[in-house]
């Protein structure tokens, strides 16, 4: 018996050697030490297209991460490729922002400074940069106040992304008393490529009753796509979207410095909205009269 149990003793200590997990040998990986100096990277402007930018990140072992911003520090832009190449249509003077991550975490260049000479307003061809902001002329958009929002459930997502067709909940004013929105002035929006992307908001206060306006100033990317489905505008510089804001039924959790564009013609300006709940409302404007 005596042999038996040390027999089993001896089995479950060579078990446990061998059911060990291996010992990772850390010192054994490639270690990588970069500094901003040594950071192998470039910011050019194309030969041929003085208002082309090329970014090149020249390190295979670096994962790089470009920012691209205007003279004030508002972001334009941001990339992780390799190699980026990006129009600029306005004169000014802008930087470029690098990181490299390595292994051994982040390492932040010193920003390049990209002075553009010229205008290239051909860059704004596309007949959606002119129902939006009327080029250097600009366009001022106010709320639709005889029927200023449109209900959508979540799940009507396929609306939104237009796999069918039709509108959803969008009743007159009169007819949503219950959603709490006052019928007033809720402020204008102003958009224009004069020099750069400009955008001015002047916002009224939601309290009942109030028409203090806010006015902000800042810049705005409008990002197009092939089939005008997933457009978005952003804001930078502490602006956002026109829109009512009425605490009794709009929720906090709102944000309207990232909107999607569901119609865009030269008298209509929709877009969307998420609520806490998911469900989504559409917005709608229309241009200043």
């Known amino acids: 018996m005596k042999r038996i149990f040390h027999i089993l003793i001896t089995l479950m200590v060579l078990g446990s050697f061998f059911s060990c997990e291996p010992i990772e040998n850390r010192d054994s990986l490639p270690e990588i030490n970069k500094t901003a100096s040594n950071l192998n990277f470039s910011v050019s402007i194309d030969a041929t ?29 941001h990339y992780n490729s390799n190699k980026v190449e990006f129009t600029v249509p306005f004169a000014g003077t802008y930087y470029v922002h690098y990181t490299g991550y ?8 010193e920003a390049k400074k990209v002075i553009i000479t010229q205008n290239d307003l051909s860059l ?6 002119d129902k939006l902001a009327n080029g250097t002329k600009g366009k001022t958009w106010v709320l639709n106040m005889v029927a200023p929002l449109e209900f959508i459930g979540g799940n009507r997502v396929d609306y939104v ?11 007159n004013l009169s007819d949503i008393s219950w959603a709490g929105l006052e019928n007033k002035d809720w402020g204008e ?13 002047n916002q009224t206060n939601p309290l009942l009753g109030s028409t203090i306006k806010t006015k902000k100033t800042g810049t705005f990317n409008f990002a197009l796509t092939n089939g005008e489905i997933d457009d978005k505008i952003t804001f930078n510089g502490g602006t956002e979207m026109l829109h009512p804001n009425e605490p009794s039924y709009f929720s906090s959790s709102f944000s309207f410095t990232s909107v999607k564009i569901v119609e865009l013609t030269e008298n209509s300006l929709c877009f969307i909205a998420i609520r806490a709940d998911n469900d989504y409302l559409i917005y709608h404007l229309i241009p200043k009269s």
């Open 49 to 77: 297209n003085k208002n082309k930018v090329i970014l090149v990140n020249n390190d295979s072992d670096v994962i790089p991460y470009w920012s691209y911003t205007d003279a004030l520090g508002n972001e334009i832009a």
């Open 189 to 201: 929006i102003t958009f224009d490529l004069n020099g750069g992307y400009n955008v001015t908001v």
């Open 161 to 171: 992304n237009r796999a069918v067709s039709g509108p959803g909940w969008w009743p």
């Open 124 to 129: 704004f061809n596309d007949s959606r940069w």
């Open 102 to 109: 390595t292994r051994g975490g982040a390492v932040e260049a």
